[in-house]
């Protein structure tokens, strides 16, 4: 867990920037360009760091790889430079992160809450992993759920108005039907009822917006996707105030979900063309959902770059970028699927997303196999769904190969 601090050289700088240089500079003790790989799990100890470990501040100093280590401390001061937060801790997984998120959280009672509030508030539009976790983890364990539709503010309402709610848990941008959270006005009503608010960033990155200069209390990211980039690395990160940070830290350090040094490594350097990655990113998406708007085989198309997509308005309010995500839905429905596949010859049916390669996949089938009908209605996800990650290639080859999978598949 590192702090990124107003007095760095680099304040102020863009996030194209920041991804550059933020969280290590050369100087005497390292004259390398890019940060080391530190692989050692246990490091020596001096009166400097016995000072450091009795006045709290033990996550600043190397102890034990457990706890944490010079690799994935540059990786974090990146990262919490990019969030614009005072910290950042990285794990292992998304999910670890998004654990060790809903713990942290779960442990903490504000004052403005009644005594025993202990519910989870959660969008119905939600990964279907983190779905899983709640259910398995929390409700398995005791803990209340309740879910709200994450465009009705009215519905986040009267779930908070229920008293019991100390945690609210939503995607920036949800997976897979791409709403876009009204973040500042979710945290207006979190902040009213004492609730924490945490918010998975994966599919907006602090690229195209800074979850907590929007109102979340936590911000994690599934780091496996656009942040590493390349689909070669599995990670996940949680960033937020200093207060919030160390909680999460000493839940990483008692759950075992460091990073490992080599994944480090490879997230940090993914992170430096993260900037570059998310503009193509965006401009292939926004050139390939026009044409499946536009084709005869698309029942609906999900994407907030589109005018007619619910979530537009709130997406160029509260995004830089629409994301590199697209939803559609075919209008011969489910049986089509098969033959859309089949006839890609570009694209690779793969879950996962942000990747640098373009990557299809099926959220019934997939990331979102245990949602029932009456749920995967709930979260508008139609017949005939398919989700398209959009890679870095050139978006004519892109468009091309889409164009030639779904002739003929008209409903």
């Known amino acids: 867990m590192n702090s990124a601090h107003e007095s760095d050289p680099l304040h102020g700088c863009s996030p194209a920037t920041l991804c550059v240089h933020a969280g290590y500079r050369p100087g005497p003790a390292s004259e ?23 006045a ?11 706890y944490g280590h010079p690799t994935g401390a540059v990786l974090e001061r990146r990262i919490a430079a990019l969030e614009g937060t005072p910290g950042s801790v990285a794990f292992s997984s998304g999910s670890a992160a998004l654990h060790a ?3 942290a959280a779960l442990s ?27 259910q398995q983890s929390l409700a398995g364990q005791g803990t209340t759920l309740r879910a709200f539709d994450v465009g009705d503010l009215d519905d986040l309402e009267r779930v908070l108005a229920a008293g019991d709610v100390g945690v609210v848990l939503c995607e920036s941008v949800s997976n897979p039907t791409l709403v876009v959270a009204d973040l500042p006005a979710i945290a207006e009503r979190c902040r009213a009822q004492g609730a924490t608010l945490i918010v998975d960033a994966t599919f907006s990155t602090p690229i195209a917006q800074r979850a907590a200069a929007q109102g ?21 990160v949680v960033s937020g105030n200093a207060e919030w940070t160390a ?34 990113h965006a401009e292939g998406a926004t050139r390939l959902a026009a044409f499946l708007e536009s084709h005869a085989a698309v029942e609906r198309v999900h994407y907030p770059g589109l005018q007619g997509h619910p979530s537009h308005d709130t997406a160029s309010r509260l995004l ?17 699927l098969p033959r859309f596949l089949a006839r890609l010859r570009l694209a690779l049916d793969a879950p996962s997303l942000g990747g640098v390669e373009t990557l299809v996949s099926l959220p019934t089938v997939m990331s979102h196999a245990k949602l029932s009908e009456a749920q995967r209605r709930e979260a508008d996800m ?30």
């Open 216 to 236: 979340a209390d936590l911000v994690m990211h599934s780091a496996t996707k656009y942040l590493g980039g390349h689909s070669d690395v599995t990670a996940g």
């Open 101 to 103: 998120a809903l713990r």
């Open 32 to 54: 390398g360009v890019v940060a080391g790989i530190e692989r050692s799990t246990t490091f020596q100890q001096n009166p400097a760091s016995y000072a450091a470990i009795r």
């Open 320 to 336: 830089s970028l629409p994301g590199g995500v697209v939803a559609f839905e075919l209008g011969a429905g489910d049986e089509a």
């Open 56 to 66: 709290g501040r033990g996550p600043e100093v190397p102890i034990y790889a457990r």
């Open 247 to 280: 909680r999460v830290w000493e839940l990483r350090k008692l759950y075992g979900g460091c990073l490992d040094p080599q994944a480090a490594f490879l997230l940090d350097r993914g992170l430096k063309t993260l900037a570059l990655r998310m503009r193509a």
């Open 382 to 411: 139609g017949p005939g769904l398919v989700r398209v990650s959009v890679g870095i290639e050139d978006p004519d080859d892109v468009i091309a190969d889409f164009e030639r999978a779904l002739a003929g598949l008209s409903g």
């Open 108 to 134: 903490v009672t504000r004052p403005v809450t009644r005594p025993g509030a202990g519910a989870v508030a959660h969008a119905r539009q939600l990964y279907g992993g983190s779905l899983d976790l709640l």
